[in-house]
């Protein structure tokens, strides 16, 4: 069946480092990628999303990239803010199926 | 608008006690879904309505009784529900729930503790 590995948490930086969460996938077919952002007591935000191989999804500075050769679709920003700490979960969603989610990586950023 | 609301925020519920969760929604999606969430760990799917129709249940004890009035609500009733039912109810919704490049919008939750 599918699934979705995320690296473990948690992950703890200082404002304005880099930031890559490792996110991998197994799936059949050509399933959609997604990362969502949780923050501290509230419900899931879609980050972004991408739908085919070689596609960038990016919002408010995270970057991730679909790649089917390596079957990745690595977070990415280039300096993380406090406001950034929440939960990170990578998901795919494939045809005619239901979401497969990661377990989550939990991001702290200190000033 | 992309937003889903879900009511109450938070429910403190006893064992014997019969509550509902409530999710609306106004983007003219077709599908809803139900999840639920423990702390730490990623949504768990419990019920999927497609146009109005139980298309999925994930095995969910009988004790939830999800229901669709139209296609902008979805409930979820509790009744008898135990303490390890305590967590975040999460709503969500999409366009169609067939296509893998239609994305789920959540709702905040409903934090649910079940004494």
């Known amino acids: 069946g599918d699934s979705v590995t995320q690296m473990e948490g948690p992950v703890t930086l200082s404002e304005e480092a880099c930031l890559t969460i490792?996110?991998?996938?197994?799936?059949?077919?050509?399933?959609?990628l997604f990362w969502y952002v949780q923050y501290p007591g509230e419900g899931l935000q879609l980050l972004l999303k991408?739908?085919?191989?070689?596609d960038k999804g990016s919002n408010k500075g995270f970057e991730a990239t679909y790649r089917k050769e390596t079957t990745s679709f690595h977070l990415e920003k280039g300096s993380v803010q406090v406001s950034d700490s929440a939960v990170y979960f990578c998901?795919?969603?494939?045809?005619?199926?239901?979401?497969?989610f990661g377990d989550g990586t939990t991001l702290t950023v200190k000033p | 608008d992309t937003e889903v609301t879900q009511t109450p925020k938070h429910l403190v519920m006893g064992m014997t006690n019969k509550k509902s969760l409530k999710c609306e929604q106004h983007?003219?999606?077709?599908?809803m879904y139900w999840y639920k969430q423990k702390a730490k760990k990623p949504p768990e799917l419990m019920f999927v309505?497609?146009?109005?129709?139980?298309?999925i249940n994930e095995s969910v004890p009988s004790r939830f009784s999800p229901e669709c009035p139209n296609s902008s609500l979805l409930n979820l009733h509790l009744h008898a529900l135990q303490p390890e039912d305590s967590a975040l109810y999460l709503c969500?919704?999409?366009?169609?729930?067939?296509?893998?490049?239609?994305?789920?919008?959540f709702g905040p939750g409903t934090r649910l503790t079940v004494l």
């Open positions: 969500a919704s999409s366009q169609d729930a067939g296509a893998s490049t239609d994305t789920q919008y």
């Open positions: 490792n996110c991998t996938y197994t799936a059949t077919g050509y399933p959609s």
């Open positions: 991408a739908t085919k191989a070689d």
């Open positions: 998901a795919l969603r494939p045809n005619a199926g239901k979401s497969t």
């Open positions: 983007m003219g999606h077709r599908a």
């Open positions: 309505y497609s146009y109005e129709k139980l298309s």
